[in-house]
């Protein structure tokens, strides 16, 4: 049965993204799908600081792939949005990364859903009408 909940402010998405951390262990990958803009690397943010890292996360856009160590479990947070195909993604170790411990969180993953492994926990996020953000969450 998906879940979903609504965000109104970046602080409410942010703390989504904390509360959401407590479900992750090492191995466990995230997708982040949906709007420009609708809060996925906000969300993100949470998810790190709920891990108990103090690392500064940005958007990963340009360098495609950014990590975060200093929490409970390692997390390695791609944006996917540039790339054009998927063997851009073997070329910066998409695979490695898989078989490190860690917590992968990638934006823009339906560019390329077939490399995502069984049982990836789905966020979709849309931006509603009023700017209020609405998350689906499902399990692939
Ligand atoms: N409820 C909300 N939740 C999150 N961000 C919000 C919300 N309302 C407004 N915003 C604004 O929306 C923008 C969201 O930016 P963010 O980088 O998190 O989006 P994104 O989904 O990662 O975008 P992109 O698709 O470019 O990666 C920020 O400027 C933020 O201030
Ligand atoms: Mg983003």
Not at 5 to 24: D, K, N, P, S, V
Request: aromatic share 10%; proline share 4%; net charge negative.
């Amino acid at each position: 049965m998906d879940e979903s909940f609504q965000a109104a402010t970046e602080a409410e998405m942010i703390e989504a993204g904390r509360a959401f951390a407590a479900r992750l262990k090492g191995g466990d990958v995230v997708a982040l799908d949906g709007d420009l803009g609708a809060g996925k690397t906000h969300f993100c943010k949470g998810l790190v600081a709920g891990l108990g890292s103090d690392d500064e996360v940005t958007s990963p856009t340009f360098s495609l792939v950014q990590e975060y160590r200093a929490g409970r479990c390692p997390v390695f947070h791609f944006d996917w949005y540039r790339l054009e195909d998927a063997t851009e993604l073997q070329n910066i170790g998409w695979d490695d990364y898989l078989d490190e411990d860690g917590i992968l969180v990638v934006e823009w993953s339906e560019k390329f859903p077939a490399l995502l492994p069984r049982d990836t926990h789905v966020l979709s996020f849309r931006i509603l009408p009023d700017g209020v953000r609405h998350v689906t969450l499902s399990r692939r």
